[in-house]
């Protein structure tokens, strides 16, 4: 009987160590329709532009030898290619692509402003390389070669500004911490960093403390990155350049404390918009809304009262 009951234990311990190693997997692994089917649907870089949807496609290499998908639309007409007013890099969110809505349609609205506009497949994205996910530790060098490479070649303008929503924001904070060209960020509900997000997806499995940090390691060895560097607030203070946080009232995803937490880290310009009742007729006007939003941040710095999300145009 007590062989049995050790045999048992021994048993349910190993299946919850699986059950723990397939949770820090699901952490770094996005569940995203980008299967060969789904992407048949999805248009390469190339294709984009043989639609007539963007301008130049690459497909880059990074660091671990993987290449990155990206596309880009210039101003119409061209003219000359030193006034354009500046370049505009969207990073999309979690399980997305550079073409889902709303990114492709507020980089078109963007080109018709006048600048240059990158639209990328992150790692584990769409139609870039790689398996896993890292919250910001690899992406943010992924984008800083993606803009060397774009750059050298004289295909975007050097003075470069980052939207992004979500996981993409968080994305985008890291980035333009490590890299002086960038010269504002608009970054819509991120998250503050990687710890806290896989903390909060987990204590909805009722998971101990211990548990999740043992899965949190996990998934950072499962990644190969450190998880307590997948930090937009450890980023922050590191910025040398405006940031514009807009976070709604009511986000059952990402509560506001993590907006407030990286906006009292990072240095000024710096600006909270937390929108309100208006926050309600977003997915109607998203596409003008990040295009005038951009364009206001390029043009004027962070603004300490800014105009309504309503009255995008």
């Given at each position: 009987m007590?062989v049995?009951t050790i045999?048992a234990?021994c048993?349910l311990?190993?299946c919850?160590?699986?059950?723990k190693?397939?949770?820090?997997?699901?952490l770094?692994?996005p569940?995203?329709?980008?299967?060969?089917?789904w992407?048949?649907?999805?248009?390469?870089?190339?294709?984009?532009?043989e639609?007539g949807k963007?301008?130049?496609?690459?497909?880059?290499?990074?660091?671990?030898?993987?290449?990155?998908?990206?596309?880009?639309?210039?101003?119409?007409?061209?003219g000359?290619?030193k006034?354009?007013?500046?370049?505009?890099l969207?990073?999309?969110?979690?399980?997305?692509?550079?073409?889902?809505?709303?990114?492709?349609?507020?980089?078109e609205r963007?080109?018709?402003?006048?600048?240059?506009?990158?639209l990328?497949?992150l790692?584990?994205?769409?139609?870039?390389?790689?398996?896993?996910?890292?919250?910001?530790?690899?992406?943010?060098?992924?984008?800083k070669r993606?803009?060397?490479v774009?750059?050298s070649?004289?295909?975007?303008?050097?003075?470069?500004y980052?939207f992004?929503?979500?996981?993409?924001?968080t994305?985008a904070?890291q980035y333009?911490?490590?890299?002086p060209?960038?010269?504002?960020?608009?970054a819509?509900?991120?998250y503050?960093?990687?710890?806290?997000?896989?903390?909060?997806?987990?204590?909805?499995?009722?998971r101990?403390?211990?548990?999740i940090e043992?899965?949190?390691?996990?998934a950072?060895?499962?990644?190969d990155?450190?998880?307590?560097?997948?930090?937009?607030?450890?980023?922050?203070?590191?910025?040398?350049?405006?940031?514009?946080?807009?976070?709604?009232?009511?986000n059952?995803?990402?509560?506001?404390?993590?907006?407030?937490?990286?906006?009292?880290?990072?240095?000024e310009?710096?600006?909270?918009?937390?929108?309100?009742?208006?926050?309600f007729?977003m997915?109607?006007i998203?596409?003008?809304w990040?295009?005038d939003?951009?364009a206001?941040?390029?043009?004027k710095?962070?603004?300490?009262?800014p105009p309504p999300?309503?009255?995008?145009k």
């Amino acid at each position: 009987m007590k062989v049995r009951t050790i045999l048992a234990l021994c048993s349910l311990a190993w299946c919850f160590g699986c059950q723990k190693t397939q949770m820090a997997k699901d952490l770094v692994t996005p569940k995203t329709f980008d299967s060969e089917f789904w992407m048949t649907f999805t248009p390469t870089g190339d294709q984009m532009v043989e639609r007539g949807k963007a301008d130049v496609s690459r497909r880059i290499p990074v660091d671990d030898e993987l290449l990155m998908d990206v596309a880009v639309i210039r101003p119409k007409p061209e003219g000359d290619r030193k006034k354009a007013l500046g370049t505009v890099l969207i990073l999309h969110n979690l399980r997305e692509n550079k073409t889902s809505y709303p990114y492709q349609g507020a980089g078109e609205r963007l080109a018709a402003k006048g600048y240059d506009v990158v639209l990328t497949d992150l790692r584990a994205h769409g139609r870039s390389d790689g398996e896993y996910v890292t919250y910001g530790v690899k992406e943010k060098n992924d984008l800083k070669r993606i803009m060397d490479v774009l750059i050298s070649q004289k295909l975007v303008s050097p003075d470069v500004y980052v939207f992004g929503s979500n996981y993409g924001a968080t994305i985008a904070i890291q980035y333009a911490a490590i890299d002086p060209r960038v010269k504002g960020v608009l970054a819509v509900a991120p998250y503050k960093d990687f710890r806290s997000l896989a903390r909060q997806s987990l204590k909805l499995k009722l998971r101990s403390d211990e548990d999740i940090e043992e899965i949190v390691a996990e998934a950072g060895r499962i990644g190969d990155f450190d998880p307590d560097e997948a930090s937009a607030v450890g980023a922050a203070p590191k910025l040398n350049c405006p940031i514009l946080l807009v976070h709604g009232l009511i986000n059952p995803t990402v509560p506001m404390a993590h907006s407030e937490e990286i906006l009292a880290a990072a240095p000024e310009p710096k600006e909270l918009v937390v929108p309100a009742a208006e926050q309600f007729i977003m997915p109607a006007i998203l596409e003008d809304w990040i295009a005038d939003r951009m364009a206001e941040l390029a043009q004027k710095g962070v603004q300490k009262t800014p105009p309504p999300l309503s009255a995008a145009k």
